[in-house]
């Protein structure tokens, strides 16, 4: 079973994480965010479930206004060739979460380690990262360097590499 929110916020609580959440409708996409949240300070993020031909597995967090070249990105992530998104089912097996509530948050499900987690260099600038707290129904909001600490203590390397134009 994934974990739930209020598993997440226990697993942030632990590592001395403060985090900040906002409920609101439940939002599908960036122009549905931008238009809903209201002012919540700090680095709104897109995320990216992506597989190569090999399937191996990639989720690249980039900033909302973020363009990501999706032909040249695998040279980045270091993905066997060209990618394409990844299914439904495996985002749900592997991250936890359905299409529309995609989130690095969804890395504590992830217990196996078979995603690569790509964090983007110009997301990373901003003081406060803002996310899903594994439903599109509420904003978490935690410091950057926060964000690094919970990605390694979900067994993953904070890889943050330019990913975005």
Partial sequence: MPK??????????????????RRHPPLFTVADSQALRGEIAGGHTKNLFLKDKKDNFFL?????????????IHHEIGAAGRVSFGRPEMLMELLGVAPGAVTVFG??????????????RALMEHAVI???PL???????????????FVEATGHDAAILKVSA
Avoid at 12 to 18: K, N, S, W
């Fill in 60 to 72: 690249v967090t980039v900033g909302e206004d973020a363009v990501v070249d999706l032909k040249q």
């Fill in 107 to 120: 890395l504590i499900n992830d217990r196996a380690g078979r995603v690569k987690v790509v964090l983007d």
């Fill in 130 to 132: 803002n996310a899903h």
């Fill in 135 to 149: 439903t599109n129904e509420a904003t978490t909001s935690i410091a950057a360097q926060d964000l690094i600490k």
């Fill in 4 to 21: 739930t929110e209020a598993e997440l916020m226990r697993f942030l609580a632990d590592l001395g994480i403060a985090a900040s959440t």
